[in-house]
């Protein structure tokens, strides 16, 4: 079992920045490869995979929308991965959910564990 613990988020104006952390805690992660990353679901849609990351090689993954203003970043010492979210757009405006799954499993990323979710309000 798995746990993810996610932080930041909040009200943010067009234009402006954000940044979203999740810490993972369970049995494996500090010897398994994993993937951890973020999906978004707005208002009425369904949710979306928005990026990714794998532990130990590094490699990412962006929806087309969000290449060049977010970026995913891990810290495999303390098992967290945060997103910069830059340039936020009102269309960004969604519940935030941290996403884990066992391996490489990178696109597209199909969690076996989910966070909470926390909310990111972008104004225009």
């Known amino acids: 079992q798995v746990q993810l613990v996610e932080s930041g988020g909040g009200l943010a104006q067009a234009g402006d920045s954000l940044r979203l952390s999740c810490a993972a805690s369970?049995?494996?992660?500090?010897?398994?490869?994993?993937?951890m990353g973020w999906f978004r679901q707005a208002p009425g849609k369904e949710r979306e995979f928005v990026t990714a990351?794998?532990?130990?090689?590094?490699?990412?993954y962006y929806k087309d929308s969000v290449k060049g203003r977010f970026t995913i970043s891990k810290d495999n010492a303390k098992n967290t991965v945060d997103l910069q979210m830059n340039s936020l757009k009102p269309e960004d405006t969604a519940v935030y959910y941290c996403?884990?799954?066992?391996?490489?499993?990178?696109?597209?990323?199909?969690?076996?564990?989910w966070g909470p979710g926390t909310q990111v309000t972008v104004s225009s």
């Open positions: 990351i794998v532990s130990n090689s590094g490699r990412k």
């Open positions: 996403a884990f799954t066992w391996g490489a499993n990178l696109a597209p990323m199909t969690p076996l564990y």
């Open positions: 369970g049995r494996g992660i500090t010897y398994l490869t994993y993937t």
